[in-house]
């Protein structure tokens, strides 16, 4: 793993994550995309809510994927600009969205590439929304110093997240045995952090047995936070869904066996200072 005490970005793996990502992008695709547990019960439900979309809304999806997401937002009556730097994730967006082809708009674009970013249109779009991408990528500074330029004025970002405290590469997952007072035992699973503040990068299977292992980028939610407050954002809305009614796995350790534990972070942030972007911290 690469260590850094402050370190937000891990830009020396861009190119090398870029290829995972292709390698994977179809049997990626091929696993998830009709969607699984933590898409139907917790990210997006959360995500929908936390975006309140209105009909005719500009909105853009960054890092997205094969579109799922994209042609829910469609449905519910956004205009969709989405990208992705996959060109092969972009292919089976176009594939599967052909009923909503007049709402959306795929491109492929690089979200560490500020003046591509820029040629989307400045202060074009209500909101942007970026699902369980951010600890896949290997810089977010760019991105996050240019939407305060691609949105309105209190526009809106919606991410969601990996939780940096609870699921990531340094947590370990345990299974102990406790006697309750009855004389009979039960068995509890858990996790312990290993590794939280400090940011660092690590290769991680985000589906066993996917062709390549990608890289998961882990930034303690100060980091994350950090980085939107230093150009403008304010956080007025969090959620933190746990699994409670679906199992994502059907051998070995599983989220529904947790349910005091939350896998995925899902965060608002509203523009709160007009769009143009401050220095980024330190």
Request: charged share 25%.
């Amino acid at each position: 793993m690469a260590h850094g005490k402050t370190r937000r970005d891990f830009s020396e793996f861009s190119e090398e994550n870029r290829k995972i990502w292709d390698a994977n992008a179809e049997w990626w695709d091929d696993q998830i995309g009709d969607g699984n547990a933590f898409q139907v019960e917790l990210i997006e439900p959360a995500t929908e809510r936390l975006l309140d979309l209105k009909a005719d809304e500009v909105v853009l999806d960054i890092a997205c994927g094969a579109g799922r997401f994209v042609r829910r937002m469609a449905e519910l009556g956004a205009h969709v600009v989405a990208f992705d730097y996959s060109a092969r994730f972009i292919q089976r967006a176009k594939e599967r969205s052909r009923d909503h082809s007049s709402g959306i708009e795929y491109l492929v674009l690089d979200a560490s590439d500020e003046n591509a970013l820029l040629s989307l249109g400045t202060h074009r779009f209500d909101a942007a929304v970026c699902t369980m991408a951010l600890m896949d990528m290997a810089t977010i500074e760019p991105l996050i110093t240019t939407l305060p330029r691609l949105l309105k004025a209190g526009g809106r970002f919606v991410f969601s997240v990996a939780h940096p405290c609870f699921h990531s590469p340094g947590v370990r997952r345990f299974a102990e045995t406790y006697e309750q007072e009855d004389g009979r035992h039960i068995i509890r699973k858990g996790v312990t952090v290993c590794s939280y503040l400090t940011p660092f990068a690590g290769k991680t299977e985000g589906i066993i047995g996917q062709p390549e292992p990608q890289y998961f980028f882990h930034r303690p939610m100060e980091t994350l936070f950090k980085a939107g407050f230093h150009v403008g954002f304010v956080i007025d809305g969090f959620e933190e869904p746990a699994l409670t009614t679906r199992s994502d796995r059907e051998n070995g350790f599983r989220w529904i066996d947790m349910p005091d534990i939350p896998p995925v972070l899902v965060v608002r942030m509203r523009l709160e200072h007009g769009n143009e972007p401050r220095a980024p911290a330190d």
